[in-house]
């Protein structure tokens, strides 16, 4: 009896910490980017030839990019840029033109339409 | 006759300054930390987390700043029970300043919410304003001295990435180091450690004690801009600041 309960409470203490583990999710660039996470959201950016995407999964789940909005704060050489990113299809933003110099500090700040929660994350450019 | 004169004032001197230098009236603060992944304002001690809804209306000042610290219009939002903390843009720190009344009190009685001149007789009487700074972003330079903040924290050195290691924080006063200051390490989970008082050049160093968030305080009782109302003013100032965890 005292056995069974042993191995009940090593099996359900195992899967306790196997679920902290896992809690975060997707951690790593889908896209080529570099990532930042906040919490269990990870943002990703990704500067193209065309500008600059900003991608966001949130506890492994992509987040509806028109359901929210993105900016881009980007501070170089003492001065800030703030730029307004367009929701494109799925989780993808974009900031079309816009182009990262290295050593750069790029804010990103994201809002929820519906619920007003704005957070963010910041990269410096290497 | 004289000896007797220069002891009694000696000693009456001693009991001023001491009453002075260590009468703290409150030792909660504000500060911030993040909840559901927002950034917010709290106010307490240790681990309680006390209402600052009803608190927002004596908070004065909320700023936030970039990475070259210029300034980013930054608002409370209350949602449910938590003072939020909403920025144009993503910031790099942020402030607030909330004074906190006028505390009096005779010998080792409560503290009240009287001025001098309502309580002539206080032998304590304090004004008390709490300051909070959080780091939420990388710095690409030393923290500056910032607007409204009479008194602050400001790490010497790098922000380290592991906790344990030794961390050289300068408390400032009107923006210049400041001897005296009491200082622990962590207001949220050891509210109640032996305060470490800033040496001559205003610093203290003390190891990073926390692989998440960082809550230091420094309080510094400094002189009074209004004898009539009050003997000192007792500033508490925090600096929050977190470690990433590992990567998972």
């Known amino acids: 009896m005292k056995k069974s309960l042993l191995t009940a409470l090593a099996c359900l203490s195992a899967a306790a910490l196997s679920t902290w583990a896992m809690a975060h999710g997707i951690t790593k660039p889908q896209h080529g980017g570099v ?28 987040v509806n990019a028109t359901a929210m909005t993105a900016k881009l704060s980007v501070t170089a050489k003492g001065k800030r840029s703030d730029v307004a990113m367009v929701p494109l299809k799925g989780n993808r933003f974009f900031a079309k033109g816009l182009k ?22 910041t990269f410096i450019i290497k | 006759m004289k000896l007797y004169r220069i ?10 300054a001491a009453s002075l230098a260590t009468v ?5 603060g504000i500060w911030f930390a993040q909840r559901a992944k927002q950034l917010a304002l709290i106010y307490g ?13 004596q908070v004065e000042k909320i700023e936030a700043y970039d990475a070259d610290y210029h300034p980013i219009k930054a608002t409370a939002r209350v949602s449910g029970p938590v003072v939020l903390i909403d920025s144009d843009a993503q910031p790099t720190v942020v402030a607030a300043v909330m004074p906190y009344g006028i505390w009096s009190r005779v010998g080792t009685g409560e503290f009240e919410k009287k001025t001098l001149k309502e309580m002539p007789n206080a032998t304590v009487s304090t004004h008390n304003i709490k300051y909070a ?10 923290l500056a001295a ?30 210049k180091p400041v001897a005296g200051a009491k200082v622990i390490n962590d207001m949220v989970n050891d509210p109640d450690a032996k ?18 968030l960082n809550v230091i305080r420094a309080v510094y009782v400094g002189p009074t801009d209004q004898p009539e109302l009050y003997r000192q003013v007792e500033h508490t100032a925090t600096l929050a600041f977190t470690l990433a965890h590992a990567p998972e």
């Open chain 1, 35 to 62: 990532v930042q996470m906040n919490g269990e959201t990870m943002f990703e950016l990704v500067a193209q030839p065309a500008g600059v995407s900003l991608y966001m999964i949130d506890e492994d789940e992509p």
């Open chain 1, 100 to 121: 990262l110099a290295k050593g750069a500090n790029v804010g990103v700040q994201v809002a929820d339409k519906a619920s007003g929660a704005r957070y963010g994350a």
């Open chain 2, 7 to 16: 002891a009694r004032f000696a000693t009456v001197a001693g009991v001023l």
């Open chain 2, 24 to 28: 703290s009236a409150e030792a909660h």
């Open chain 2, 45 to 57: 001690i240790g681990a309680d987390d006390l209402e600052m809804v009803k608190r927002l209306p």
């Open chain 2, 133 to 142: 700074v959080a780091i939420v972003g990388p710095l690409s330079k030393p």
């Open chain 2, 146 to 175: 910032l607007p409204g903040q009479t008194v602050q924290i400001v790490p010497a050195g790098p922000i380290p990435t592991t906790l344990g290691t030794p961390l050289k924080y300068v408390v400032l006063y009107n923006g």
């Open chain 2, 195 to 212: 305060e470490v008082e800033t040496g001559a050049d205003g610093s203290v160093t003390l190891p990073v004690r926390n692989q998440g």
